[in-house]
C-alpha cells in the first residue's frame, strides 16, 4: 500500500535513471527519450490520478499524501509531459547532452513532486534542493552559438539560488529554535501563539519562505528572473517558468496556512511584497524587447497576483492560488511553445521576430494570443476567471487595498501583452521571412492548449472544486 | 420593497432565481439568445467562405436575419410593465452562483434595436471600404455584433463583464488593422482607456458579489446598501462608463479612434458603443446606488456641461471632417449624460431617446464621410468642397442629417435635445442656459461644414484631383449607399414627427427607475447644489479613511 502511494516518485526515479543508462551510450536518440519522458510522466500521473482518495505518511511523518499532495503531483506531471511535448527534439541543446537533459529536469520535477508531500523542514529543504541542483546544471547545456549568456545564467541562477537556500534554513532554524520541532503537524498549535508574541517567529517565517519566493521569482527575491530566462536555452525556460513555480505555490500555501487563520502579523509583509512584485514586474515589462525578458517580469508580476490568495487565506483564496497556478502553467506553456517553435535557430526572439506570425504560422499565432490574452486576463481565458477568482477572495477578507492596486496593475500590464498581439497579428511579413511549419503532434498540442485555456476558463468549478477538496488537507 | 405591479407567472422556475424578482418571457422559444447566437454561428461558419463578395453577402444576410429575427422584440414587447422581458436564465455556475441571465426592460430594448437595425449598415458602407482581410473583417463584425447585444441584454453582472470585454478585442483589432496612417497610436489609445476603466468596474462587480452574493442584477437592485458602499461602487462603475461615453476629461480616446477607425468601426463606435456607457450609468449607477447617484449629480452635470460645451468648441475648430464628427459626439453624449443626471423623467427619456438619435445621425455621418474619403481620399473640409454641383444625392442627405445633428426641429434630435432641456431649465436654469451655448455651437460647426461642403466657392478647377493631379468629376451616390442612407432617413423623420411609440415603450420603465432613485431626494437635497459642493470634501475625506483593511 505505502509503495502504491509512493509509486509516482519511484516512476520518476525509474525515469531518471533510464535516462542516465542511455547517456552513457554513443548516439542517443532524442526522439524515443521524449517518448520515454512523456510515458513515463503520463504513467506517474495514472498511479497518482488512481490513488487520488488515499492519504497516508511515510519515513517517519515526514512525508505526508493527501488529496492536496495528489492534485499538485498530477500538475507536475502532466506539465512534465507537455513540457517534454511541447519541445521535441531539443534544438537548443548540445546533441550528445539530450540524456542527461531529460535526466536533469526530471530529477528536478522529481524534487517539486517531493516537495509537494514533504511535511518536515528538513525534508522540504531536501526536496528543494534536489529541484534547484538538477537546474543549475541543466541551464549552461545550450548550443554554445549565442556567446556564454547560458554561463552568466547557470551562476546567477546558482548564487540567488545558494542565497535563498541559505535564508531559509536560517529561517528554520530560528523556527526550530523557538518551537523545538520541525515537523508541521506539531508547528502548527505552536506557531499561531509564538507569531504573536515573539517578532523572531515573524522573521524566521519571512526568512523561511524566501526559499519559495525565490523559486517564484517574487520580489525580493526576483532578481536572477530575467537573466536567467534569457541566458538559459527555450527548452530550459520552459520548464523554468512553469513548474518550479507550481511546487513554490504548494510550500507556501502549506507554511503560511501554519501561522493560523489570523495571520494579520505576516500578511502585512507578503501585501507588500506581492504589490511590489506586481508593480515592478509590470513596469519592467514595458520597456522590455527580448520576449523571453519579457515573460520574466511577466512572471514576477504574476507571482504578485498569486500571493493575493494565498494572503486572503481563506478556502477560496487557496482553491484561487492553486487554480491560478494550474491556468499559469497552461498559459505560460503556451506562449514558450510557441517561442520554441518559431525560433527555428535557438535564437532568443525580440518582438520584431513575431512579425506577420499569424500570416506565417496561423496555429501558432492563435496559441500565443490565447496564451498573452489568458496571461493578460481577458475574458474568456482561464487567466481572467483565475484572476476574478483571486480578486474575490482577497475582497471577501477586507483587502481592498491590494485589489485596487492589483487591478491598476493588470491594467498597466495590458500595454505589453497587447505589444506582443500587435506584433503578430498586425504587422506585415518581412520579405525573407518564410512559413513555419510544425508537425501534427505539435499541431495538436497546440489545439489542446487553447483548448484547455478556454475550457477552464469558462467552466472552472471541476478544477475549482477539486482545489477546494485539496486544501481541506491543509 | 420597490416591487413593481403584479407578477406575471414566471415561467424559468429553477431554484436560484426565484419569483420575486418578477421576470417573465412572453414568448414560446428563447428569442434572446437567438440573437446572441445568430452573428456568433454566422462568425464561424462565415470563416469558410473564401471569395470577398461571398463574405460581404454572407455578413449581410447574417446581420439582417438578426435583425429581422429581433423584431419581435419591439411588436410583443409588453409597453405597460418595468419587469423584465423575454428573459431566459439557465445555470453555469452554480458554484458561484452565476447564472446565464439576460432579458430586456424598457431601457435595454430600443438599445438592442438599434444594434440590430445598424449592423447590416456597417456591412453595407463596408462593401467597397474594405479592400483586404475581408473574412478576418467580416469574423470581427459579427463577434461586436455578438458582444454588444450581450451587454444589453444581460441580467447578471459577471456576463454583462463579459460581453463589455469581449468586445475590447475585436474593436482593438478593426482598428488596428484596417485602420489610417495612425492606427498604431489610436488602438492602443482605445484599448488602455476601456481597460483602464473596465478594471474598477470589476473591482466594484467583485464588492457587490461579496457584499450581497450575488451577480444578479434585478436582486443587486433591490438591495440597500451603505452609503459609504453605494459611493465606491458609483465611482468604480462610473469610470467604466465616462470612459465609454467619453465624458470629459476622459474623451480623448475618442477623436483618435474615430479618425482612424474604418467607416464600419467608426459607426458602431458612435451608434452603439458609446450607448453602453449611458446605458451603464442606467442600469448600474442609479439603481444600485441612488444616494451617491444624488450626491455626485452636480459633479456629473459639471462634467456633462463641459462635455458639451468643449466637445462643440472643438468640433468647431477642426478641418479633419471626421475629426469633427467626433467631437460633435462628445458634446451629443455629454447631452445623454446630461439627461440621465437630471435625475427626473423628462431628462432619462431625453437622454434615452437621444442616444438612440445619436445613433441615427452621427451613424449615418460617419457613412457619409467614409462614402466622400472613398472618392477623394481625403477627409479634409478644404478638399471635399463645393459638392452641390457634382453630388446632388449626396449632398441632400449630407444636409438632412446635418440639420438632424444639430437639432432641427422636425428632425430626431430635436425632440431628445428639447426633452433634456425642458428638464435642465425645469429643475436648474443655469443648466439649462449652458446646454444651450453646446446647442448652438453645434448649429455653428455643422453648418461651417454643411456651407463648406455643399456651397463653398469652387474656383472651377483642381479641386478634386486624383493623384496625378487631373480634375475629374466625382459620381454621385449608387443605389447601395442611397439605400442605406434612406433607410436611417426614414428614422430621423419618424422620430422627429412621431416619437411616441419609442417614448411609450420606455415609459413605465422610466418611471420605475425614477422610483427606485426617488428616495435620494432627502438625503442630498434636490435643490441644494451648493450644500452638495461645500460637503464635497467633508465626504471625501470619510470615503478616503475607509480604504484602510
Redesign the interface.
Known amino acids: 500500500m505505502e509503495t502504491m502511494l509512493f509509486l509516482p516518485e519511484l516512476l520518476l526515479i525509474l525515469l531518471a535513471l533510464v535516462c542516465f543508462v542511455v547517456s552513457l551510450g554513443k548516439n542517443p536518440r532524442t526522439a524515443l527519450l521524449q517518448g520515454a519522458v512523456i510515458t513515463f510522466s503520463i504513467l506517474a500521473l495514472l498511479v497518482t490520478a488512481a490513488n487520488y482518495q488515499h492519504s497516508g505518511t511515510l519515513f517517519f511523518g515526514a512525508y505526508q499524501i493527501d488529496q492536496l499532495s495528489q492534485l499538485f503531483k498530477l500538475v507536475l506531471c502532466a506539465g512534465l509531459a507537455l513540457i517534454a511535448w511541447a519541445t521535441p527534439g531539443l534544438r537548443g541543446i548540445e546533441k550528445r547532452l539530450h540524456p542527461e537533459y531529460y535526466l536533469f529536469l526530471t530529477v528536478s520535477t522529481l524534487g517539486l513532486v517531493m516537495l509537494s508531500s514533504a511535511v518536515e523542514l528538513l525534508t522540504i529543504f531536501l526536496a528543494l534542493e534536489i529541484s534547484s541542483y538538477a537546474l543549475f546544471v541543466a541551464i549552461p547545456f545550450r548550443q554554445p552559438m549565442n556567446g556564454r549568456q547560458q554561463y552568466e545564467a547557470s551562476l546567477k541562477y546558482v548564487l540567488f539560488g545558494a542565497a535563498a537556500s541559505g535564508l531559509s534554513l536560517f529561517g528554520m532554524s530560528y523556527i526550530f529554535g523557538l518551537s523545538g520541532t520541525t515537523y508541521l503537524a506539531e508547528l502548527s498549535p505552536l506557531l499561531p501563539g509564538l507569531i504573536s508574541s515573539q517578532p523572531l517567529a515573524v522573521a524566521g517565517m519571512i526568512l523561511l519562505l524566501c526559499g519559495f519566493f525565490y523559486k517564484l521569482a517574487l520580489f525580493p527575491m526576483h532578481f536572477w528572473t530575467p537573466d536567467v530566462y534569457q541566458g538559459a536555452a527555450n527548452e530550459t525556460t520552459t520548464f523554468i517558468a512553469t513548474l518550479p513555480k507550481i511546487g513554490a505555490v504548494i510550500l507556501l500555501l502549506r507554511l503560511i496556512s501554519l501561522a493560523g487563520v489570523d495571520i494579520s502579523q505576516l500578511s502585512w509583509a507578503l501585501g507588500i511584497l506581492a504589490v511590489a512584485s506586481m508593480t515592478i514586474g509590470n513596469l519592467s515589462a514595458l520597456v522590455q524587447n527580448d520576449i523571453k525578458r519579457l515573460l520574466a517580469y511577466s512572471s514576477v508580476a504574476h507571482a504578485g497576483y498569486l500571493m493575493l490568495g494565498i494572503i486572503a487565506g481563506s478556502t477560496l483564496g487557496h482553491a484561487a492560488a492553486i487554480y491560478y497556478a494550474v491556468g499559469y502553467l497552461l498559459m505560460n506553456l503556451a506562449c514558450f511553445f510557441v517561442l520554441y517553435h518559431l525560433s527555428s535557430d535557438n535564437r532568443n526572439l525580440k518582438l520584431d521576430d513575431l512579425n506577420g506570425l499569424y500570416r506565417r504560422a496561423p496555429l501558432l499565432a492563435f496559441v500565443l494570443a490565447a496564451g498573452i490574452f489568458s496571461l493578460a486576463g481577458i475574458p474568456p481565458t482561464i487567466g481572467f476567471t483565475g484572476k476574478f477568482v483571486l480578486f474575490t477572495s482577497a475582497f471577501q477578507q477586507g483587502l481592498y487595498g491590494l485589489v485596487v492596486l492589483g487591478l491598476i496593475n493588470a491594467a498597466i500590464s495590458i500595454f505589453f501583452y497587447l505589444k506582443i498581439i500587435r506584433a503578430a497579428y498586425l504587422t506585415n511579413t518581412d520579405a525573407d521571412s518564410s512559413a513555419v511549419s510544425i508537425n501534427l503532434s505539435s499541431k495538436l498540442l497546440g489545439l489542446g492548449l487553447i483548448f484547455a485555456i478556454i475550457l477552464l476558463g469558462v467552466l472552472p468549478q471541476q478544477l475549482l472544486a477539486l482545489a477546494k477538496a485539496a486544501v481541506a488537507y491543509l | 420593497m420597490r416591487r413593481p405591479g403584479q407578477g406575471m407567472p414566471y415561467p424559468y422556475n429553477q431554484g436560484t432565481i426565484v419569483e420575486q424578482y418578477l421576470i417573465f418571457n412572453q414568448l414560446n422559444y428563447p428569442i434572446i439568445s437567438v440573437l446572441l447566437l445568430l452573428p456568433l454561428i454566422g462568425a464561424v461558419l462565415g470563416l469558410l467562405f473564401k471569395s470577398d463578395k461571398a463574405q460581404l453577402r454572407w455578413g449581410l444576410g447574417v446581420t439582417v436575419a438578426t435583425a429581422l429575427a429581433s423584431l419581435p422584440l419591439y411588436t410583443q414587447f409588453d409597453r405597460t410593465t418595468a419587469l423584465y422581458q423575454f428573459v431566459e436564465v439557465r445555470h453555469w455556475?452554480?458554484?458561484?452562483g452565476l447564472d446565464y441571465a439576460v432579458g430586456v426592460d424598457g431601457i435595454s430594448v430600443l438599445l438592442v434595436l438599434l444594434t440590430t437595425l445598424v449592423m447590416p449598415l456597417c456591412v453595407l458602407c463596408s462593401w467597397s471600404y474594405i479592400k483586404e482581410r475581408m473574412r478576418e473583417f467580416m469574423f470581427v463584425l459579427l463577434v461586436i455584433e455578438t458582444a454588444m447585444i450581450g451587454v444589453f441584454v444581460s441580467l447578471n453582472t459577471?456576463l454583462f463583464?463579459?460581453f463589455w470585454?469581449?468586445m475590447?478585442?475585436p474593436m482593438?483589432?478593426m482598428i488596428?488593422?484596417w485602420g489610417g496612417a495612425r492606427k498604431?497610436y489610436a488602438s492602443?489609445k482605445y484599448?488602455?482607456y476601456t481597460?483602464?476603466g473596465s478594471?474598477?468596474f470589476?473591482?466594484s462587480i467583485?464588492?457587490l458579489?461579496?457584499q450581497t452574493g450575488s451577480f444578479f442584477i434585478p436582486e443587486l437592485m433591490e438591495h440597500s446598501f451603505s452609503f459609504t458602499f453605494q459611493a465606491w461602487i458609483f465611482l468604480g462603475c462610473a469610470l467604466a462608463f465616462a470612459v465609454k461615453v467619453p465624458m470629459f476629461p476622459l474623451h480623448t480616446w475618442l477623436p483618435a479612434a474615430h479618425v482612424e477607425a474604418p467607416t464600419a468601426g467608426s459607426v458602431i463606435l458612435a451608434s452603439i458603443m458609446l450607448k453602453l456607457g449611458g446605458y451603464g450609468f442606467l442600469r448600474f449607477c442609479l439603481p444600485m446606488a441612488p444616494e451617491a447617484t444624488w450626491y455626485f449629480m452636480p459633479w456629473l452635470i459639471g462634467l456633462s456641461l463641459i462635455s458639451i460645451i468643449v466637445g462643440g468648441y472643438l468640433a468647431l475648430g477642426q478641418s479633419d471632417i471626421k475629426k469633427l464628427i467626433a467631437y460633435s459626439s462628445v458634446g451629443h453624449m455629454g447631452f445623454v449624460t446630461l439627461g440621465i443626471f437630471l435625475l427626473n423623467d423628462q431628462g432619462i427619456k431625453g437622454a434615452m431617446l437621444q442616444m438612440i438619435n445619436h445613433g441615427i445621425t452621427t451613424g449615418a455621418l460617419f457613412i457619409l464621410i467614409g462614402i466622400i474619403y472613398e472618392r477623394t481620399h481625403s477627409r479634409e473640409m478644404s478638399v471635399n468642397r463645393a459638392l452641390g454641383a457634382m453630388m446632388p444625392v449626396y449632398v441632400l442627405f449630407l444636409g438632412i442629417f446635418s440639420l438632424s445633428s444639430f437639432g432641427f426641429p422636425g428632425t430626431n434630435s430635436f425632440v431628445s435635445e428639447f426633452l433634456v432641456l425642458l428638464a435642465a431649465f425645469s429643475k436648474y436654469p443655469l443648466v439649462g442656459a449652458l446646454a444651450i451655448v453646446g446647442a448652438i455651437l453645434a448649429a455653428a460647426y455643422m453648418l461651417r461644414l454643411l456651407q463648406s461642403m455643399v456651397w463653398a466657392d469652387s474656383d472651377g478647377h483642381g479641386h478634386h484631383d486624383d493623384e496625378q493631379g487631373n480634375g475629374h468629376i466625382l459620381k454621385d451616390l449608387n443605389a447601395r449607399e442611397i439605400g442605406t442612407l434612406s433607410f436611417l432617413t426614414i428614422f430621423v423623420f419618424w422620430i422627429g414627427f412621431y416619437p411616441t411609440p419609442l417614448l411609450e415603450m420606455m415609459d413605465v420603465s422610466v418611471t420605475h427607475l425614477i422610483d427606485q432613485i426617488g428616495d435620494g431626494l432627502n438625503q442630498a437635497g434636490d435643490d441644494n447644489l451648493h450644500h452638495a459642493f461645500s460637503s464635497w470634501g467633508n465626504k471625501m475625506t470619510g470615503l478616503l479613511t475607509t480604504?484602510?483593511?
Not at chain 2, 455556475?93 to 458561484?96: D, I, M, Q, V, W
Open positions: 455556475l452554480p458554484a458561484l459577471l463583464f463579459l470585454e469581449a475590447l478585442i482593438y483589432l488596428a488593422i498604431d492602443i484599448f488602455l481597460f483602464a478594471i474598477f470589476l473591482a467583485i464588492a458579489y461579496v480604504l484602510k483593511p
